[in-house]
């Protein structure tokens, strides 16, 4: 239990469906974090947010839309999704007193038919 | 630019065996080099970090790691493997100056053997 908690655990979609994945943490911590891990390809980080504010865009697909209400609550708006988008999706948190030390959710389990 | 090289994509140890997972890196400047582990299907867990100090530092589960400025490496070690070790470890580099971003290493899965 790492105090990142992110819902579904799993989601099946077909292409054209829109859903959502929902990341929320109470450690009090000021960043957190989209990443997507693939099959034999390295973890990849596509947004950050700081203070709710986005801080980092890794060049993602406008199919995926984040959106940080405030510092315990990150989404991913999924829409149009294409089968190679079939992933693990984690979310992640941080705080500035613990530079790159990050909590991860258990993931949610994306699979796009 | 910054980069973090795990050698070898499978590591397979006897239970009971002394166990080694690689991680070379490369930085300019003082890196903060850590390992976290992914048991399956689950999210990754922090096990241990290096920043400064002692070059030996342990972590959760009987893990530690030795930084080497030299050699440019922080390899991962436990002097006796369980099975339940067996998961998927990343090795991961931070530079606390500019874009302060992680690098991930392309992870190393460790199949311990009863």
């Known amino acids: 239990e790492t105090g990142v908690t992110q819902t579904p655990r799993h989601l099946v979609m077909g292409m054209t469906n829109k859903k959502s994945l929902k990341c929320e943490q109470h450690?009090?911590?000021?960043?957190m974090y989209w990443y997507k891990q693939s099959a034999k390809k390295p973890l990849e980080l596509m947004f950050v947010?700081?203070?709710?504010?986005?801080?980092e865009n890794n060049s993602v697909p406008s199919r995926f839309s984040p959106e940080c209400p405030n510092s315990s609550h990150l989404f991913l708006h999924l829409h149009t999704l294409q089968p190679e988008d079939s992933a693990l999706y984690l979310c992640?948190?941080?705080?500035?007193?613990?530079?790159?030390?990050?909590?991860f959710g258990e993931g949610s389990r994306l699979t796009v038919l | 630019a910054q980069s973090v090289a795990q050698p070898e994509d499978q590591v397979n140890v006897a239970e009971g065996n002394p166990l080694t997972v690689k991680c070379t890196y490369s930085?300019?400047?003082?890196?903060?080099l850590f390992w976290y582990v992914q048991y399956p299907n689950r999210g990754l867990q922090f096990l241990l970090k290096?920043?400064?100090?002692?070059?030996l530092v342990k972590g959760s589960y009987g893990f530690e790691a030795e930084f080497n400025k030299s050699q440019t490496s922080f390899h991962l070690k436990k002097p006796s493997a369980l099975v339940s070790d067996s998961a998927l470890y990343f090795c991961?580099?931070?530079?606390?100056?500019?874009?302060?971003?992680?690098?991930f290493g392309s992870g190393t899965r460790l199949q311990v053997q009863p």
């Open positions: 992640a948190s941080s705080s500035r007193e613990r530079p790159g030390e990050l909590f």
């Open positions: 450690l009090g911590h000021n960043a």
């Open positions: 947010y700081n203070f709710k504010e986005q801080t």
């Open positions: 930085v300019s400047g003082n890196p903060y």
């Open positions: 290096y920043i400064t100090g002692d070059n």
């Open positions: 991961v580099l931070y530079l606390d100056t500019g874009r302060r971003a992680l690098t």
